[in-house]
């Protein structure tokens, strides 16, 4: 086990509803990453979080948007959810000074 | 564009033989390449990783091979196992600022270790 944890497991949503998944960090971690990865694909990079403040994108539209707490918890809220959005969503937390990142159990997300 | 590309997509391999996977990448300001394991159902799990300036690391049964010049690396797992079977994913990170852990995957290849 990672000690990264995701809530929920699964969820549905149909689409045009707004989605909020949540990701709680390995202790003593200070980054956090989101990835998308649909069936039969490697994650794809969304974001990633450094002391609260985005710290890099992918190519994912601005209605895809996170937030990173005081306690490196984080969020990743989706809104006006598309077919094409579901997928595993994945974090993953690491320390800043290291380039090791830890993988949490994912949510799977689909979009009725 | 595919920034790191892996092969082959699909692997069946006898137990007690050699399993290898091939990735190849193009941009140069690559500078860590870890190798994950995905069970289905599961989050990815890191197995091992190397960086460019180190040609070959080994952990247990599992082998980076990496070629710089040729922008190529590749994943040995020595006496596979059935529990082996898994996806794995090479990825690669760009160098950047304090904090940056942008990870590029390949698609994945989807291992089964046949008794």
């Known amino acids: 086990e990672t000690g990264v944890t995701q809530s929920p497991t699964h969820l549905i949503k149909t689409r045009g509803q707004q989605v909020t998944l949540r990701c709680s960090s390995q202790s003593g971690h200070n980054t956090v990453s989101w990835y998308q990865q649909a069936l039969g694909q490697g994650p794809q990079f969304i974001f990633q979080?450094?002391?609260?403040?985005?710290?890099g994108r992918g190519n994912f539209p601005p209605r895809f948007s996170g937030l990173q707490f005081p306690n490196y918890s984080s969020e990743l809220n989706v809104n006006a959810l598309e077919l094409d959005d579901s997928a595993l969503y994945l974090c993953?937390?690491?320390?800043?000074?290291?380039?090791?990142?830890?993988f949490g159990p994912g949510t799977r997300l689909t979009v009725l | 564009q595919q920034q790191v590309k892996q092969s082959p997509q699909s692997l069946i391999v006898q137990k007690g033989g050699i399993s290898i996977i091939n990735c190849a990448y193009e941009?140069?300001?690559?500078?860590?390449f870890p190798w994950y394991q995905q069970f289905p159902g599961k989050g990815p799990a890191l197995l091992i990783a190397?960086?460019?300036?180190?040609s070959e690391k080994k952990e247990g049964r599992f082998t980076i091979s990496f070629n710089k010049s040729a922008k190529q690396f590749s994943l040995h797992i020595m006496d596979s196992q059935p529990g082996d079977s898994a996806t794995y994913f090479c990825a690669a990170k760009r160098a950047a600022g304090a904090g940056s852990y942008q990870l590029t995957f390949g698609k994945g290849t989807k291992l089964s270790v046949i008794p």
């Open positions: 993953a937390s690491g320390k800043g000074d290291t380039d090791t990142q830890y």
């Open positions: 979080y450094y002391r609260e403040e985005e710290n």
């Open positions: 190397i960086r460019p300036d180190v």
């Open positions: 941009n140069t300001a690559f500078d860590y």
